[in-house]
């Protein structure tokens, strides 16, 4: 069965940094495409990052030179680098791959002063 376990999440103020990890259940690399999504209150599921099998990444537009994803085959862990977070930035924040349908615990961000 797989399984994605997110962690690393917390509270920060504004312009400050998070990293956050989330470990497989199974071999990463079995996957082409692996993502990190977020929701906040109120709101969707967003897709937020992809990463492919040969490292090539994506991001929605409103993370674009602030957030980077990452993946470690070797470890089975992909991790999103979160820099000048913003307020807008909070949200319970999962990983899976893309499309997928293994929706762990995720991880709560919140970004406030």
């Known amino acids: 069965q797989v399984q994605f376990v997110e962690s690393g999440g917390g509270l920060v103020q504004p312009g400050g940094s998070l990293r956050l990890s989330c470990v497989s259940s199974v071999k990463i690399f079995v996957f082409n495409t692996l993502a990190w999504y977020r929701q906040a209150p109120g709101r969707q599921r967003e897709l937020v990052a992809t990463i492919t099998s040969s490292s090539n990444t994506e991001y929605t537009d409103s993370v674009k030179g602030r957030f980077t994803i990452s993946r470690d085959n070797s470890k089975n862990m992909i991790s999103l680098q979160m820099n000048d977070l913003e307020p807008e930035d909070t949200a319970v924040y999962y990983c899976?791959?893309?499309?997928?349908?293994?929706w762990g615990q995720g991880t709560q961000v919140t970004v406030s002063s």
């Open positions: 899976n791959m893309k499309n997928g349908p293994w």
